[in-house]
């Protein structure tokens, strides 16, 4: 699963970039709830939340069986 959660973050970090941003993968647990850190500009806008819950998870979610959920640290 991990190599999976990382293949997807991959394709999503361009959109990311190109605003400025960037997402690192942390870590997986065995509920499927998949840790990350936004970075850059993306650390600390106020779309942050959004980012996180309608991009990230929505497409980690999507793309990879077992992902319940994304939370940022």
């Known amino acids: 699963m991990e ?3 990382k293949a997807s ?3 999503i970090r361009p959109a990311l970039q190109g605003d400025g941003g960037d997402v690192k ?7 499927g709830v998949v ?4 970075q850059g500009a993306c650390g ?3 779309g942050a ?3 996180l819950k ?8 999507r793309e990879v ?5 994304v939370v940022g640290i």
């Open 49 to 51: 939340i959004m980012t």
């Open 44 to 46: 600390n806008c106020p």
């Open 54 to 61: 309608m991009f990230i998870e929505e497409t980690l979610k």
């Open 65 to 69: 069986p077992g992902v319940t959920s």
């Open 9 to 11: 973050i991959e394709r």
């Open 35 to 38: 840790t990350v850190q936004l």
């Open 3 to 5: 190599e999976r959660i």
């Open 25 to 31: 993968y942390v870590s997986v647990n065995n509920e």
